[in-house]
């Protein structure tokens, strides 16, 4: 990637085709939240009013404790929530009735593996939901399907098939679905690649191996495949390993590659934010935080390189938080020493700064992702104080409100997932659902 001269922002001449986001799943109603940055993975709620002022007195309507470990983010679909768990020693999916917060059932889906870092857990990555069927995928390398009833219909394991879990810490990256396959992007220090099995069999449809030469650490990614379209055609946008590619979803086939995201070299440019896509832009934050870089993802499948840069900011960025998008706009959430709890918000075809509002700053950080909802922002903290930010609509949002749960452990890092006109909300050690005051 070219280094950019002054100032921060570095444009390039930019011509807009439409391509819509492929949703992956048919409900995309107020009570669907179908996986881990919602049915079209941009962050992004249907509906017009959620809560935004509340308390553990006032404004939940039930809290339900989760026990073990996990910061899975909870689905939604069909009056009842998903989410991962790790419990005695076991992978567990869990449904929930999402009317009071009780469980459903559970279901045992290997053994549990986490437990390497202080935010990690084995069931960090989000399940996700398509139809009838609920996927489920474990640092222990499971990857199972299971129905609305609880009954596994298929199960498998990547390490077996494919070589053992490399990664310095817990696992991140959350499966997702195409129209045909349930995908799994594995980015380690040794064998990665990205892989596709047919979502009612569970028979391996492609993989493709994607070794990409990064040094040490910043070969490791904990990021989540984007289901996109590119000119029509189905494809998969994977972010890590210092390179964007692109992916045919009915084969693999890898149609476009930008590198040089790490010029330097650096050895734990590791990548946890993942990118996030509106129309033919995918925005993609690296460097731990410090670079954003917004490209025209059918221009890269032209084969352009670097010509597909549409802007570059050294200035901003994002390091666990993944951004969300809608209309044109990109919030950006900072979590780096200096700039922790900035949010920012961009123009998406320009990378330009449209306003920022500063949480209260403290030595708490940010790992859930923010979320659009209504003409509000928010922003929760790893000891689960959620910033709600609004009037989105108005030139100058403000910070309208600071809400504080009792479940302040650290750490939260599952994102808030809205509930027609609700939000749920996993802390450390709870599942809320929340109402407001």
Same mark, same amino acid.
């Given at each position: 990637?070219?280094?950019?001269?002054?100032?921060?922002?570095?444009?390039?001449?930019?011509?807009?085709?439409?391509?819509?986001?492929?949703?992956?799943?048919?409900?995309?109603?107020?009570?669907?939240?179908?996986?881990?940055?919602?049915?079209?993975?941009?962050?992004?709620?249907?509906?017009?009013?959620?809560?935004?002022?509340?308390?553990?007195?006032?404004?939940?309507?039930?809290?339900?404790?989760?026990?073990?470990?996990?910061?899975?983010?909870?689905?939604?679909?069909?009056?009842?929530?998903?989410?991962?768990?790790?419990?005695?020693?076991?992978?567990?999916?869990?449904?929930?009735?999402?009317?009071?917060?009780?469980?459903?059932?559970?279901?045992?889906?290997?053994?549990?593996?986490?437990?390497?870092?202080?935010?990690?857990?084995? +069931?960090?990555? =989000? *399940? %996700?939901?398509? $139809?009838? #069927? !609920?996927?489920?995928? &474990?640092?222990? @390398?499971?990857?199972?399907?299971?129905?609305?009833?609880?009954?596994?219909?298929?199960?498998?394991?990547?390490?077996?098939?494919?070589?053992?879990?490399?990664?310095?810490?817990?696992?991140?990256?959350?499966?997702?679905?195409?129209?045909?396959?349930?995908?799994?992007?594995?980015?380690?220090?040794?064998?990665?690649?990205?892989?596709?099995?047919?979502?009612?069999?569970?028979?391996?449809?492609?993989?493709?191996?994607?070794?990409?030469?990064?040094?040490?650490?910043?070969?490791?990614?904990?990021?989540?495949?984007?289901?996109?379209?590119?000119?029509?055609?189905?494809?998969?946008?994977?972010?890590?390993?210092?390179?964007?590619?692109?992916?045919?979803?009915?084969?693999?086939?890898?149609?476009?590659?930008?590198?040089?995201?790490?010029?330097?070299?650096?050895?734990?440019?590791? +990548?946890?934010? =993942? *990118? %996030?896509?509106? $129309?033919? #832009? !995918?925005?993609?934050? &690296?460097?731990? @935080?410090?670079?954003?870089?917004?490209?025209?993802?059918?221009?890269?499948?032209?084969?352009?390189?670097?010509?597909?840069?549409?802007?570059?900011?050294?200035?901003?960025?994002?390091?666990?938080?993944?951004?969300?998008?809608?209309?044109?706009?990109?919030?950006?959430?900072?979590?780096?020493?200096?700039?922790?709890?900035?949010?920012?918000?961009?123009?998406?075809?320009?990378?330009?700064?449209?306003?920022?509002?500063?949480?209260?700053?403290?030595?708490?950080?940010?790992?859930?992702?923010?979320?659009?909802?209504?003409?509000?922002?928010?922003?929760?903290?790893?000891?689960?104080?959620?910033?709600?930010?609004?009037?989105?609509?108005?030139?100058?949002?403000?910070?309208?409100?600071?809400?504080?749960?009792?479940?302040?452990?650290?750490?939260?890092?599952?994102?808030?997932?809205?509930?027609?006109? =609700?939000?749920?909300?996993?802390?450390?050690?709870?599942?809320?659902?929340?109402?407001?005051?």
């Amino acid at each position: 990637m070219r280094e950019f001269d002054s100032p921060s922002v570095a444009l390039i001449p930019l011509v807009l085709v439409t391509a819509l986001l492929v949703g992956t799943s048919s409900t995309r109603g107020a009570d669907s939240w179908t996986q881990w940055r919602g049915p079209d993975q941009n962050g992004v709620a249907v509906g017009e009013r959620f809560p935004v002022r509340w308390s553990e007195n006032d404004g939940v309507t039930w809290k339900t404790e989760i026990p073990g470990s996990g910061g899975s983010t909870p689905v939604i679909a069909g009056g009842s929530a998903y989410l991962t768990a790790g419990v005695d020693d076991k992978n567990l999916l869990i449904a929930l009735d999402v009317k009071d917060g009780s469980v459903s059932w559970q279901v045992a889906l290997g053994n549990d593996r986490g437990g390497k870092h202080k935010k990690g857990s084995g +069931s960090n990555p =989000s *399940p %996700v939901i398509d $139809g009838e #069927l !609920i996927y489920a995928y &474990y640092r222990s @390398g499971d990857l199972a399907c299971v129905n609305r009833r609880g009954d596994v219909q298929w199960q498998l394991n990547l390490q077996d098939r494919f070589g053992e879990d490399t990664l310095w810490w817990d696992l991140g990256s959350s499966p997702t679905v195409t129209q045909d396959a349930v995908v799994v992007a594995v980015m380690q220090t040794g064998p990665s690649y990205v892989v596709a099995f047919d979502k009612k069999s569970g028979e391996q449809l492609w993989k493709s191996d994607r070794m990409l030469g990064a040094p040490e650490e910043a070969a490791q990614s904990y990021t989540t495949p984007l289901v996109v379209e590119i000119q029509g055609r189905e494809t998969i946008a994977v972010m890590g390993a210092d390179h964007l590619t692109l992916h045919r979803a009915n084969d693999g086939q890898e149609i476009g590659k930008l590198g040089g995201f790490n010029p330097s070299g650096e050895r734990f440019f590791r +990548s946890i934010s =993942s *990118p %996030v896509a509106e $129309g033919n #832009l !995918i925005v993609c934050p &690296y460097s731990r @935080g410090a670079t954003l870089t917004a490209v025209n993802m059918e221009e890269l499948a032209n084969g352009k390189g670097e010509d597909a840069i549409v802007w570059f900011r050294d200035d901003l960025g994002s390091d666990v938080p993944t951004p969300a998008a809608v209309n044109g706009r990109v919030y950006v959430v900072s979590d780096g020493r200096a700039s922790r709890g900035l949010v920012s918000c961009l123009d998406i075809h320009t990378g330009e700064t449209l306003w920022e509002v500063q949480t209260p700053r403290s030595r708490i950080g940010f790992s859930s992702s923010p979320l659009v909802a209504g003409d509000h922002l928010y922003v929760t903290s790893e000891v689960g104080t959620t910033y709600v930010i609004g009037p989105l609509s108005a030139p100058q949002p403000e910070l309208v409100a600071e809400n504080q749960i009792a479940d302040d452990a650290q750490y939260t890092v599952a994102s808030p997932a809205p509930l027609d006109g =609700s939000l749920l909300l996993r802390s450390r050690n709870n599942l809320y659902r929340i109402q407001g005051k």
